[in-house]
């Protein structure tokens, strides 16, 4: 058993956790730069847990632009052992309304503007992300957001696009009719990908504030009604985080679905052959198998 600490990445309109106790805003600094903002730790209910605001506190970071190796660095460094991504989306469903919450499990990336792997030449690694989510931490998610009588669907394909603009109208059906994807987003990738390279289990509650552009009703993507739809949205976020620590406990055993041994057999750099400066860089996403 190891000790639970749960990590929240904050996206729009969330910018904290309530009731944390002993609260401090923490400056990290990793191999990869330093994260989108100071680290805030606390406990909760009796759980360690972290804050991370993914654009930095007053929204600074584009979604391109967010550094997001750091941030899955700093959480690895400071003894995270699960993550909780919390974002705004487009809904592509009708009945995944604005308001609504979605656990996602699955991703198509369309992202290409971004480093997504802490490894590289002279440590090559290869990671399974067939199941890029953590059935355990998505089941918590949902009964959170159940208990906090939050509208929540189970399952669902989130399109990561570039940003920062919206998508096209024939973008939109494209994702919609010929791709069957349920919500877009600009930011849940690479996290994802990130996150099961540094053997953390990934969980993603994405909110709900709009239909995208597909919807004959609704018409084009609408800034202001967005913001409007955060406020309420950030409000519940809040209310499912308050029940992760008596949902996950204190005490974590290991991930029956393997999360945190993503790395076993993934690295095929031979140990004679292996960059000696990489092998330093990557000790603290990787040392428990590069020993």
Same mark, same amino acid.
């Given at each position: 058993m190891t000790e639970?600490?749960?990590? $929240?990445?904050?996206?729009?309109?969330?910018?904290?956790? @309530?009731?944390? +106790?002993? =609260?401090?805003?923490? !400056?990290?600094? %990793?191999?990869?730069?330093?994260?989108?903002?100071?680290?805030?730790?606390?406990?909760?209910?009796?759980?360690?847990?972290?804050?991370?605001?993914?654009?930095?506190?007053?929204?600074?970071?584009?979604?391109?632009?967010?550094?997001?190796?750091?941030?899955?660095?700093?959480?690895?460094?400071?003894?995270?052992?699960?993550?909780?991504?919390?974002?705004?989306?487009?809904?592509?469903?009708?009945?995944?309304?604005?308001?609504?919450?979605?656990?996602?499990?699955?991703?198509?990336?369309?992202?290409?503007?971004?480093?997504?792997?802490?490894?590289?030449?002279?440590?090559?690694?290869?990671?399974? $992300?067939?199941?890029?989510?953590?059935?355990?931490?998505? @089941?918590?998610? +949902?009964? =959170?957001?159940?208990? !906090?009588?939050? %509208?929540?669907?189970?399952?669902?394909?989130?399109?990561?696009?570039?940003?920062?603009?919206?998508?096209?109208?024939?973008?939109?059906?494209?994702?919609?009719?010929?791709?069957?994807?349920?919500?877009?987003?600009?930011?849940n990738m690479p996290?994802?990908?990130?996150?099961?390279?540094?053997?953390?289990?990934?969980?993603?509650?994405?909110?709900?504030?709009?239909?995208?552009?597909?919807?004959?009703?609704?018409?084009?993507?609408?800034?202001?009604?967005?913001?409007?739809?955060?406020?309420?949205?950030?409000?519940?976020?809040?209310?499912?985080?308050?029940?992760?620590?008596?949902?996950?406990?204190?005490?974590?055993?290991?991930?029956?679905?393997?999360? @945190?041994?993503?790395?076993?057999?993934?690295?095929?750099?031979?140990?004679?052959?292996?960059?000696?400066?990489?092998?330093?860089?990557?000790?603290?996403?990787?040392?428990?198998?590069?020993?």
């Amino acid at each position: 058993m190891t000790e639970t600490m749960i990590a $929240v990445i904050g996206g729009s309109g969330i910018y904290d956790i @309530d009731g944390l +106790e002993d =609260a401090k805003w923490t !400056a990290i600094d %990793t191999p990869w730069g330093a994260p989108s903002d100071e680290v805030l730790t606390g406990v909760l209910d009796g759980v360690k847990m972290a804050f991370l605001p993914r654009h930095g506190r007053g929204h600074v970071h584009t979604p391109t632009s967010v550094p997001y190796r750091a941030n899955i660095a700093a959480l690895k460094q400071i003894g995270v052992t699960d993550v909780i991504s919390i974002s705004a989306v487009g809904s592509f469903r009708e009945h995944m309304a604005p308001g609504d919450f979605v656990v996602v499990d699955q991703f198509i990336d369309r992202t290409f503007a971004r480093e997504k792997s802490f490894f590289g030449p002279g440590l090559v690694a290869h990671v399974s $992300v067939a199941h890029p989510t953590c059935p355990r931490l998505s @089941d918590a998610c +949902e009964t =959170a957001a159940r208990d !906090a009588g939050i %509208t929540v669907h189970r399952g669902g394909t989130y399109l990561a696009m570039e940003g920062p603009q919206f998508s096209s109208l024939a973008e939109s059906k494209m994702y919609r009719e010929s791709w069957g994807c349920d919500v877009i987003g600009m930011t849940n990738m690479p996290e994802a990908k990130l996150a099961r390279e540094a053997e953390l289990c990934y969980a993603s509650v994405a909110m709900v504030t709009d239909y995208d552009s597909w919807h004959p009703e609704h018409g084009e993507v609408d800034v202001a009604e967005i913001i409007k739809t955060l406020m309420g949205n950030a409000d519940k976020g809040r209310n499912l985080v308050r029940r992760l620590p008596t949902l996950l406990g204190q005490d974590r055993a290991p991930c029956e679905h393997g999360c @945190d041994r993503a790395l076993e057999f993934a690295i095929l750099t031979a140990p004679d052959a292996r960059d000696p400066a990489m092998v330093e860089k990557l000790s603290a996403i990787a040392g428990r198998v590069l020993g």
